[in-house]
Every structure is written in C-alpha cells, then in structure tokens.
C-alpha cells in the first residue's frame, strides 16, 4: 500500500515563503511522476507542478517564477518550494504519484496552506 504524507503547510503572510514535503512510503522511482495539486475552497483541483523520473519539470502559468518542484530520491521525498506567495495560493496541496504504467494515482492527504494579505 502506497502512502504520501505532506508535510510543511501552514499560515503566512503574503510575499513569504513555505516548503512542502511530500514523503513516499515507497521508492520514488516506481512512479513515473510526482506532482503537486492545489485545491481552493469552491474549486476545482489544479495541478501546480509535476517532476519526473528523469527529473524534468513543468509548472502552471500561476505559479511560474514562483515555485519550484524537486525531489530527492535518497530521502523517497518531493518538495514543493514556494516564494512571494499571493492570497490566491491559498488553498490544500496535495501530492500526486502516478504509476509508471500511468493507470493508477495515489494521494496525500493535504496540507493547508493559507496566505493572509
């Protein structure tokens, strides 16, 4: 049984900074990758950012510039590192794992993050 637990949500003010953990219960390497979500109150959930095995990366156009996803395969972690962080950031993260045949998706079960103005 996969388990992710987040780590590292919380309340800041706007312009800060926060990092998020995401542990695996498992080898990172058998996911073909890991990603971020983010889902505010009365919201559909989005994805944030993604990593994958090779390390390779995407972003939302939100939080380009902004945000910067890793991982550090020794530990069976990613890390979600967040900057100048906006009100509208607020929202649970939640971290993603997705089989390397891309059938199955296993998930955290969230960190709240909320930026005060």
């Known amino acids: 049984q996969v388990q992710l637990v987040e780590f590292g949500g919380g309340l800041v003010q706007a312009g800060g900074s926060l990092r998020l953990s995401c542990a695996a219960s498992t080898n990172i390497f058998n996911f073909n990758t890991m990603s971020w979500y983010r889902q505010a109150p009365g919201k559909q959930r989005e994805l944030v950012a993604f990593i994958t095995l090779t390390s390779s990366t995407r972003y939302a156009d939100s939080v380009k510039g902004r945000v910067t996803i890793s991982r550090d395969n020794a530990k069976n972690t990613v890390y979600l590192q967040m900057n100048s962080l906006k009100p509208e950031d607020t929202a649970v993260y939640y971290c993603?794992?997705?089989?390397?045949?891309?059938?199955?998706?296993?998930w955290g079960q969230g960190t709240q993050v909320t930026v005060s103005s």
């Open positions: 993603n794992a997705r089989s390397l045949s891309g059938h199955t998706d296993y």
